[in-house]
């Protein structure tokens, strides 16, 4: 069972910045593809970022190209999203995502139905 605790969110400015962080149980951390999604009131769940198990392969959604980072330190069982230049846009609920695996991977996986566990969210509110 693999356990994930999210963290970092709040009341931001529009034009602020926010990091959020991910802890992960579980003994192979460091073979999870990981990722981040958010959800809006009324919208679908979407992946705003990804990132692969070995050579540092990453996905971003158009939203968040530029602004966006995605980063996971496996020593740590964390992952990160960094947030820069936020805007009202970004106003969610955001999840941190795992999919179990026992081998490296360089494939990023960005649809919801690819991972099987799920943080309880951190809400994430940027004012204009």
């Known amino acids: 069972q693999v356990q994930l605790v999210e963290s970092g969110g709040g009341l931001v400015q529009a034009g602020g910045s926010l990091r959020l962080s991910c802890v992960a149980s579980g003994r192979t951390f460091r073979h999870y593809p990981m990722a981040w999604f958010r959800q809006a009131p009324g919208k679908e769940r979407e992946c705003v970022a990804a990132?692969?198990?070995?050579?540092?392969?990453?996905y971003y959604a158009d939203s968040g190209k530029g602004r966006f980072t995605i980063t996971r330190d496996s020593a740590k069982n964390t992952v990160f999203l960094q947030m820069n230049n936020l805007g009202p846009e970004d106003t969610a609920v955001y999840y941190c995502?795992?999919?179990?695996?026992?081998?490296?991977?360089?494939?990023?996986?960005?649809?919801?139905?690819?991972?099987?566990?799920w943080g309880q969210g951190t809400q994430v509110t940027v004012s204009s």
């Open positions: 995502a795992a999919r179990e695996m026992t081998y490296y991977s360089s494939t990023v996986y960005v649809k919801p139905l690819e991972y099987a566990y």
């Open positions: 990132i692969s198990s070995i050579a540092g392969s990453t």
